[in-house]
């Protein structure tokens, strides 16, 4: 697994832009003797393997693609590719799932049933791999699902899980102001549109303090806000990026709303206009009760979970939301961190990277959870 794990790591593909990764994927199953499809929903790569015995079928999902960030390690793995780079573990989650494949492939006349290995593509940018790959037949036939991610910032030998929400519903916006440009020396021929996304920028963040109930959760965050003139130059236009992160459905239609009344209101008072573009990402990754208990019965079990804890739920987006929304199953955490690290870099960050023993512990834990529900019924 090590040394599949390097190897994607040192030769990463972008969302949507997968070629290499998919390839080296069906290779490794057809070698083992596994029923492959390529290309599913784009990119993806599902294969099969049916088991000696009947039983039921359960799908496992590890994604497989990079983020556009230079690479600022300096290992012998470092990424090949100019800025691009494995920053946030899916060559970890491929490396575990094959090297699990390989293992079961050994004992495949004593499993029950069948198991899915689902590899996808395209998880880091909305609308992502697994809704595509759902219709075109990735779960057909499957009774359950279970996804992991490895998780750099919690030691190593903790495992993560939750029932219900565990992951929040992934939003962007973008807005531009249009003012009224003109000289420095003279504000009052103007519309300045800093001025007006700078009060957007004050407006906006109160829609969670003073709209949404404090007993539900919201983020909003301003990423990017752009005008760039000369210095004695009035801008014209400007505009604003950011994302809403919410676990409640009726929270999240309440955001969208509050964002265009708030832009609208804004402008109407500095006689401007302002376009606003709401983008639907990831919705919330909600985990099942039965699943997610199994996991939490079974884990203290596997070798090298040293802890089992029920975790908070964190407000990054993942595209496994749609699987649950379509099969039971459920999407844990396994602590990644290696013990001797003074600090441990945060998923996206330049020198982000994790202990590759995780992935063994990934790897018995989703062959467990398989071995379990194949079994089932």
Not at 98 to 109: N, S
Not at 155 to 168: F, I
Not at 304 to 332: I, R, S
Request: glycine fraction near 10%; proline fraction near 4%.
């Amino acid at each position: 697994m090590v040394k599949m794990r390097r190897h994607l790591h040192q030769h990463p593909e972008l969302s949507f832009q997968e070629v290499e990764t998919p390839a080296y994927i069906a290779k490794f199953h057809k070698e083992l003797g596994n029923d492959v499809r390529t290309g599913v929903g784009g990119r993806g790569v599902v294969a099969k393997m049916v088991g000696g015995k009947p039983g039921k079928t359960v799908a496992l999902r590890a994604d497989f693609d990079a983020l556009p960030i230079q690479d600022e390690k300096d290992v012998e793995y470092k990424s090949k590719i100019d800025g691009v780079m494995h920053a946030c573990g899916h060559d970890g989650h491929t490396s575990s799932l094959l090297g699990l494949a390989k293992a079961l492939r050994e004992i495949k006349e004593e499993i029950s049933g069948t198991i899915v290995f689902i590899h996808q593509h395209a998880e880091e940018y909305a609308p992502g791999g697994a809704i595509e790959m759902i219709k075109d037949g990735c779960l057909d036939g499957v009774d359950y699902v279970f996804g992991t991610h490895l998780w750099a910032t919690e030691p190593l030998g903790k495992l993560q899980y939750r029932t219900g929400p565990v992951m929040a519903a992934a939003d962007r916006f973008h807005i531009e102001v249009q003012g009224q440009g003109g000289h420095g020396a003279m504000p009052h021929l103007t519309k300045d549109a800093i001025v007006i996304g700078s009060q957007l920028v004050t407006n906006l963040q109160q829609l969670v303090s003073r709209r949404v109930n404090p007993l539900q959760s919201a983020v909003l965050s301003i990423g990017a806000f752009e005008a760039k003139n000369a210095f004695n130059v009035i801008a014209d236009t400007a505009t604003l990026t950011g994302t809403v992160r919410t676990f409640d459905e009726d929270v999240r239609a309440l955001m969208e709303k509050e964002i265009q009344r708030v832009v609208d209101g804004t402008c109407i008072a500095a006689d401007a206009t302002a376009k606003v573009d709401y983008v639907r990402g990831y919705p919330a990754v909600v985990n099942h009760y039965e699943e997610t208990e199994a996991l939490a019965q079974l884990a203290p079990s596997v070798p090298g979970v040293e802890l089992v804890e029920e975790m908070e739920p964190q407000m990054g987006g993942e595209d496994f939301a749609y699987y649950l929304q379509h099969v039971k199953g459920t999407f844990f955490f396994t602590g990644a961190q290696n013990p001797k690290w003074e600090f441990a870099y945060p998923h996206h960050h330049p020198k982000f990277d994790f202990d590759e023993r995780a992935m063994l512990i990934s790897a018995k834990t989703l062959g467990r959870l398989a071995l379990q529900f194949t079994e089932k019924g």
